[in-house]
């Protein structure tokens, strides 16, 4: 079992920044990325980005592409998202998610453990 708790989400005026963490415990060593994913009221949960855990390749969204970074320290088994530019249309709950098979990663059904979310609210 992989146990993840996410920090870090607040409100935020347009145009601002913030930094999520996602510290994992358990049996990490199974980890073969970690992911963030959001969701906002009504929508479904939707890929935001992802990181291999070892080797720290990264791939992201689209619609987040150029202003969203993920990164991870190993030695505190942390992953961060670090957000720019922040848009109304960022607002949602946003969740860390480890994945053990390096398969669907840029999917929900790719994460076998999911840490309870923080909510990010940014305002116009």
């Known amino acids: 079992q992989v146990q993840l708790v996410e920090s870090g989400g607040g409100l935020v005026q347009a145009g601002g920044s913030l930094r999520l963490s996602c510290a994992a415990s358990g049996r990490t060593f199974r980890t073969y990325a970690m992911g963030w994913f959001r969701q906002a009221p009504g929508k479904e949960r939707e890929f935001v980005a992802t990181?291999?855990?070892?080797?720290?390749?990264?791939l992201y969204a689209d619609s987040v592409k150029g202003r969203v970074t993920i990164s991870r320290d190993n030695a505190k088994n942390t992953v961060y998202l670090q957000m720019n530019s922040l848009k109304p249309e960022d607002t949602a709950v946003y969740y860390c998610a480890a994945a053990v098979r390096a398969f669907g990663i840029d999917t929900a059904y790719g994460y076998e453990y999911w840490g309870q979310g923080t909510q990010v609210t940014v305002s116009s």
């Open positions: 990181i291999n855990w070892s080797a720290g390749s990264t």
